[in-house]
C-alpha cells in the first residue's frame, strides 16, 4: 500500500505564490507518474498537472504558465510551485499517484485559500 503525504498549503493573498510538496513511501513499487488534482467547493475534483518519471508534463489549461510541477525521483516526491494565484485557485488539492501496473492511490488533502 502507497502512503501520500502531502505539505504547503495555506493561506495566500492574490497574486502571491505557494509551493506544495508531495512524499510518497510504503509499497511503491515502480511510478508510472505523480501529480496533483484539486476540489473547490461544490464542484469536482480536477487535474491540475502530473509528471511522469522520464518528466512528461501535463497541465491544466486553467493553470498552464502560472503553476510548474517538479519530481525528485530518488525522494519519491513531487512538487507544486504555485505562482500568481487568483481567488478561483481556491480548493483542497490532492497529490495522486500511479504506479504499476496502474494502482492509483490519494493523499489526505490540503487546503489553498486565495483571498485578500
Known amino acids: 500500500q502507497v502512503q501520500l503525504v502531502e505539505s504547503g498549503g495555506g493561506l495566500v493573498q492574490p497574486g502571491g505564490s505557494l509551493r506544495l510538496s508531495c512524499a510518497a513511501s510504503g509499497r511503491i513499487g515502480v511510478i508510472n507518474a505523480m501529480g496533483w488534482y484539486r476540489q473547490a467547493p461544490g464542484k469536482e475534483r480536477e487535474l491540475v498537472a502530473t509528471?511522469?518519471?522520464?518528466?512528461?508534463?501535463n497541465y491544466a489549461d486553467s493553470v498552464n504558465g502560472r503553476f510548474t510541477i517538479s519530481r525528485d525521483n530518488a525522494k519519491n516526491t513531487v512538487y507544486l510551485q504555485m505562482d500568481s494565484l487568483k481567488p478561483e485557485d481556491t480548493a483542497v488539492y490532492y497529490c495522486?499517484?500511479?504506479?504499476?501496473?496502474?494502482?492509483?492511490?490519494w493523499g489526505q488533502g490540503t487546503q489553498v485559500t486565495v483571498s485578500s
Open positions: 495522486w499517484i500511479n504506479v504499476w501496473p496502474a494502482t492509483q492511490s
Open positions: 509528471i511522469t518519471t522520464g518528466g512528461s508534463t
